[in-house]
T-cell receptor, first 116, second 113 residues
Framework: GAVVSQHPSWVICKSGTSVKIECRSL??????MFWYRQFPKQSLMLMAT?????????EQGVEKDKFLINHASLTLSTLTVTSAHPEDSSFYIC????????????FGPGTRLTVL | GQQLNQSPQSMFIQEGEDVSMNCTSS?????WLWYKQDPGEGPVLLIA?????ELTSNGRLTAQFGITRKDSFLNISASIPSDVGIYFC?????????????FGTGTRLQVTL
């Protein structure tokens, strides 16, 4: 149990376009979902925390108007990178946590975004 | 954002050798976690530690939660080729509800035959 999926697994887009990444908890209801960004050979950096039905909480330095997060249900969160630029190219990873599991986060497989 | 300091940054070892890596923080956590990440994939949880001083094993892996709550180490015994990957520590301070993780800088492990 506790499987998290992401779609797409990779995406290439032109500069200036918007890209949506989905994160789904397949076999549990996620009370909270997290979005991370990982640049090559670097660690995971938390971008934002989202709870179902409420606005996401963004980390310092992350533009909320550029990285739109929607957590419409207990099994789905989406991250939209608006007006993407080459510097947004990165590996985006989501995680989901559920109640009564010692706050454990279950990670998705990641989405590789390349902006040309 | 904050990152935890991990050392060593990378290591090359021979199959069968033991490996040790550690993680330090300037602030305390009440949960320490160790993850392994393979290229192009998300991190996978290896060991979770919930109490200062706790020593926990998972097969060939052993991890300890430092008494000061500001550090942790991970040992891998008798390494094998599939141990190759990047190991991350993560600290969590969670007063009851789901809370964010702060990741370490990572230790890249390569195992030679």
């Amino acid at each position: 149990g506790a499987v998290v999926s992401q779609h797409p697994s990779w995406v290439i887009c032109k500069s200036g376009t918007s890209v949506k990444i989905e994160c789904r908890s397949l076999d549990f209801q996620a009370t909270t979902m997290f979005w991370y960004r990982q640049f090559p050979k670097q660690s995971l950096m938390l971008m934002a925390t989202s709870n179902e039905g409420s606005k996401a909480t963004y980390e310092q330095g992350v533009e909320k108007d550029k990285f739109l997060i929607n957590h419409a249900s207990l099994t789905l969160s989406t991250l939209t990178v608006t007006s993407a630029h080459p510097e947004d190219s990165s590996f985006y990873i989501c995680s989901a946590s559920r109640a009564n599991t010692n706050n454990e986060q279950f990670f998705g497989p990641g989405t590789r975004l390349t902006v040309l | 954002g904050q990152q935890l300091n991990q050392s060593p940054q990378s290591m090359f070892i021979q199959e069968g050798e033991d490996v040790s890596m550690n993680c330090t923080s300037s602030s305390i956590f009440n949960t320490w976690l160790w993850y392994k990440q393979d290229p192009g994939e998300g991190p996978v949880l290896l060991i979770a530690l919930y109490k200062a001083g706790e020593l926990t094993s998972n097969g060939r892996l052993t991890a300890q939660f430092g008494i000061t709550r500001k550090d942790s180490f991970l040992n891998i015994s008798a390494s094998i080729p599939s141990d190759v990957g990047i190991y991350f520590c993560a600290g969590q301070f969670s007063p009851g509800t789901a809370s964010k993780l702060t990741f370490g800088t990572g230790t890249r492990l390569q195992v030679t035959l």
